[in-house]
């Protein structure tokens, strides 16, 4: 089970810390990934992280604003996301993969998170 958090209201220009805890004895077996998903769009990938930590995937929009990290002794993902733009406004999930390798794509992703609310106003 996924439990994200940390979402809110904040202005442009500032700064979220998202966190998705997961419960369970086998979370550093797991690729983790952030996923998000805008009014009457499509869920699209943020970026991922291997099971150690040392592999992380942001696409080109938020290369250098949203940095993926993990603390497997709690079992935890955040995603920082820094110079938000009203754009980064959606619905962020955290999913976990058994797939070998961080993914961009959502349909290898076996664990999904409820998802928190990021808005940014201009």
Same mark, same amino acid.
């Given at each position: 089970?996924?439990?994200? &958090?940390?979402?809110?209201?904040?202005?442009?220009?500032?700064?979220?810390?998202?966190?998705?805890?997961?419960?369970?004895?086998?979370?550093? &077996?797991?690729?983790?990934?952030?996923?998000?998903?805008?009014?009457?769009? $499509?869920? $699209?990938?943020?970026?991922?992280?291997?099971?150690?930590?040392?592999?992380?995937?942001?696409?080109? &929009?938020?290369?250098?604003?949203?940095?993926?990290?993990?603390?497997?002794?709690?079992?935890?993902?955040?995603?920082?996301?820094?110079?938000?733009?009203? $754009?980064?406004?959606?619905?962020?999930?955290?999913?976990?993969?058994?797939?070998?390798?961080?993914?961009?794509?959502?349909?290898?992703?076996?664990?999904?998170?409820?998802?928190?609310?990021?808005?940014?106003?201009?």
């Amino acid at each position: 089970q996924l439990q994200a &958090s940390g979402g809110g209201l904040v202005q442009a220009g500032g700064s979220l810390r998202l966190s998705c805890a997961a419960s369970g004895r086998t979370f550093s &077996s797991y690729v983790m990934g952030w996923f998000r998903q805008a009014p009457g769009k $499509e869920r $699209e990938f943020v970026v991922a992280i291997g099971r150690s930590g040392g592999t992380t995937y942001p696409v080109d &929009s938020m290369r250098g604003r949203f940095t993926i990290s993990r603390d497997n002794a709690k079992s935890t993902v955040y995603l920082q996301m820094n110079t938000l733009k009203p $754009e980064d406004t959606a619905v962020y999930y955290c999913a976990a993969s058994d797939y070998p390798i961080p993914s961009t794509a959502d349909r290898v992703y076996q664990y999904w998170g409820q998802g928190t609310q990021v808005t940014v106003s201009s």
